[in-house]
């Protein structure tokens, strides 16, 4: 009787039209089916920890989640609803609730980017928002809309007495003066510059003659006086500086600075050009045929690339893109040819054939453009982006989704925009661009279903888990480099809703917005959760076998992990109470799961009948393993021993080998299921076929 070993499961679960392609290197490493289990980054099956309860979230509805990470220490989970934002910390709320314009609708079209205490907040049909984390609490949160409106200056600056006049070493020049003031958010600490305003009074509120000439020199400097009428000029701000700069015309250049008095002395020193005064330009303004502001544009995304705020798309000019200034990222102002610096702002159009919608931006080394037709990069000559150095160039013609791309492990992953489905983009040195693939090739099946959302959880797996339109997940585990590249089914008594990771201590926690029972509950999976979903524990309790509080589970069916023993098939009252038939201390209450992995056909001649029966699997930590030809002809591994005593089983690391009660068939198949709460990990898997005729 032939051995026939599978030492890897890294190609997940195959597409039922690839269930025979035996000649398919994938064939060897594939699993006919993958339910509850995903692959981790060796090519084993791990079954799928439980989903501990949270929060009950109320009645059904639109949800969306967000990470905002400050620190891998300092992470927080945002809650958007409709026209609600919460604001949760390791599972417990933080802060008061928002108020914000987003209907349920609006949810799957937000877009987000943070960078340090700030994250901005972009929708199609809504103006951007700003949420701040301050600096005094965990509590201390702000959300407000983002203006790239720059205030006036309200102060007038004086020219003192006595002008300087010029002689024959010095010829004066027209020169005129403009100041301004930089100002201090008093809620967040930010910092912003207003407008310049020309000086034209004299130190005796008079009039200055458009025809005055000056020729500052450090023995008769120019004196410029701020008019200070009251210490805040501006609601909601604190003075922080005063900035002064000279020119002519339309080209000015800063002269200085003062932050303890409102007198500058200029002494002629040649004007720094590369900081000319704030313009004040909205990019998302809409002007009348006589220059007047009559409206604002939405941008449709946003991100934050070579330290700049990068804008794209809104509904009037789908395929344009806005580029901050360098490190000043609501400064979009455009200045005349002479003054333009590498820092400054630009923007410009994507040379499409057609009129694209720009839907997405990451930073990935060059900025990738993802719109409803096809993948731009953003490309330089070798250095930074600049206002005279920059192109964008095609990379792919498959379109992307409103659903955010994802960045795994250098690699970019997208949902398409035609019919369904997630591609990869890698730069290709030789090529000297991007190049992409169809990751769901081999699992087209389970593309049935658009993906909605999705996130990844880089540790301690490294897995992709997406949200499919009908509540049910995907994950996918990608190592190309180690030839892992595996799909999986993950489905739980309910319909998930939103989804994300969120790192906390040593791993990235999965947080789900789950509806059981026409209600949404906020739900956490993580490597050490119980296999349970809508999970609670209870850990050091006095021995007890009545538990309350079960408010949402009640009336469902769950199963119990009590001390160890795990007690099925007990249901919660009406009540939210549970009355279990053994006295414990560390209870687990939640609704079970099944995990399952079938393995294709073995490999040769279709024809020949077979007949497996034994099987040696290989598990690692685990407790609790059923196995069988199919799903209704499955055996329990029986994994108590005499040492063992009536304490719970431990988690066993080894070798299993089951007899097995199996027909004669075409296929020589063997069904894993994990029906216990508790978790199993299979490395291996050998099958003792008999063949016949």
Not at 375 to 395: E, I
Not at 608 to 636: C, P
Request: hydrophobic share 40%.
């Amino acid at each position: 009787m032939p051995l026939v070993r599978q030492t890897s499961f890294a190609s997940g679960e195959l597409a039922p039209t690839l269930q025979g392609r035996a000649d398919l290197p994938q064939y060897a490493t594939g699993l006919r089916r993958c339910r509850n289990f995903f692959i981790s980054k060796h090519g084993a099956c791990v079954s799928r920890p439980g989903m501990r309860h949270v929060a009950t979230l109320g009645a059904t509805g639109a949800h969306r989640l967000v990470p905002f990470v400050w620190s891998e220490q300092d992470a927080f989970l945002l809650v958007f609803s409709t026209r609600r934002l919460r604001v949760y910390r390791q599972g417990l709320p933080v802060s008061r609730s928002f108020t914000t314009p987003y209907a349920a609708f609006d949810l799957p079209k937000l877009k987000f980017a943070q960078v340090g205490r700030y994250m901005t907040i972009t929708h199609p049909d809504h103006v951007p928002y700003e949420l701040f984390y301050g600096t005094n609490s965990v509590a201390d949160w702000r959300f407000r809309e983002l203006s790239f409106d720059v205030p006036e200056m309200p102060l007038a600056g004086q020219l003192g007495d006595p002008i300087p006049a010029g002689d024959a070493n010095n010829p004066p020049r027209d020169w005129k003066y403009k100041v301004s003031l930089t100002l201090r958010d008093r809620e967040t600490g930010q910092l912003v510059e207003t407008k310049a305003r020309l000086v034209t009074q004299d130190l005796n509120g008079g009039t200055l003659p458009s025809d005055l000439k000056i020729a500052p020199r450090p023995q008769k400097p120019a004196a410029i006086i701020i008019d200070v009428r009251h210490d805040d000029p501006i609601a909601g701000t604190l003075t922080w500086a005063y900035n002064f700069y000279r020119g002519r015309g339309n080209v000015f250049g800063y002269i200085g600075t003062v932050s303890d008095t409102f007198f500058f002395e200029d002494y002629g020193d040649t004007p720094d050009y590369s900081r000319p005064p704030r313009i004040g330009q909205n990019p998302l303004a809409v002007q009348d045929l006589y220059g007047w502001v009559r409206t604002a544009e939405n941008p449709v995304c946003v991100t934050y690339h070579e330290n700049r705020l990068v804008l794209g798309g809104t509904a009037e000019r789908p395929h344009h893109l806005w580029f901050s200034k360098q490190n000043d990222y609501t400064n979009f102002d455009v200045h005349p040819a002479p003054l333009v610096q590498a820092g400054d702002s630009f923007n410009f159009q994507l040379g499409s054939m057609q009129a694209e919608q720009i839907r997405s931006l990451v930073s990935a080394g060059s900025l990738l453009v993802f719109t409803d037709a096809s993948v731009w990069a953003v490309v330089s000559g070798g250095g930074p982006l600049s206002p005279t150095d920059y192109a964008a160039r095609m990379q792919s013609e498959v379109g992307a989704s409103w659903v955010q791309p994802l960045l795994v492990g250098g690699h970019v992953l997208y949902v398409r925009s035609k019919g369904r489905g997630v591609r990869n983009l890698v730069y290709d040195d030789n090529r000297r661009s991007y190049v992409g693939a169809d990751l769901s090739f081999f699992a087209q099946h389970l593309f049935d279903r658009e993906i909605t959302d999705w996130t990844f959880a880089e540790s301690p797996w490294g897995v992709v888990w997406a949200l499919r339109s009908d509540g049910k997940l995907l994950s996918l585990t990608y190592v190309p480099e180690l030839g892992v590249w595996a799909w999986a089914m993950h489905e739980t008594e309910g319909t998930v809703r939103a989804i994300c990771a969120l790192p906390e201590g040593s791993e990235d926690v999965i947080y789900l917005v789950v509806e059981r029972g026409g209600t949404n509950r906020l739900e956490r999976m993580s490597s050490r959760s119980v296999s349970l979903d809508g999970a609670v524990s209870l850990f050091r309790v006095p021995s007890a076998k009545t538990i309350t509080g079960l408010t949402h589970l009640a009336g469902m069916t769950v199963s119990v992990v009590a001390d160890g023993d795990v007690v099925e098939n007990v249901q919660v009252d009406e009540t939210g109470t549970l009355e279990i038939p053994l006295e414990a201390t560390n209870i687990t209450v939640g609704l079970p799961y099944r995990c399952t992995i079938e393995l294709l056909d073995v490999a040769g001649a279709r024809p020949q009948t077979k007949s497996v029966r034994r099987a040696l699997i290989e598990v690692e930590g685990s407790r609790g393993m059923w196995v069988g030809e199919d799903d209704e002809h499955m055996t329990e591994w029986r994994q108590r021993s005499v040492s063992d005593d009536y304490d719970p089983m431990p988690e066993f690391t080894g070798m299993v080998e089951m007899t097995m009660s199996s027909t004669f068939n075409e296929h020589g198949r063997i069904t894993i299921e994990q029906r216990a709460p508790f978790p199993l990990t299979v490395l291996a898997v050998t099958r003792d076929v008999e063949v016949g005729g």
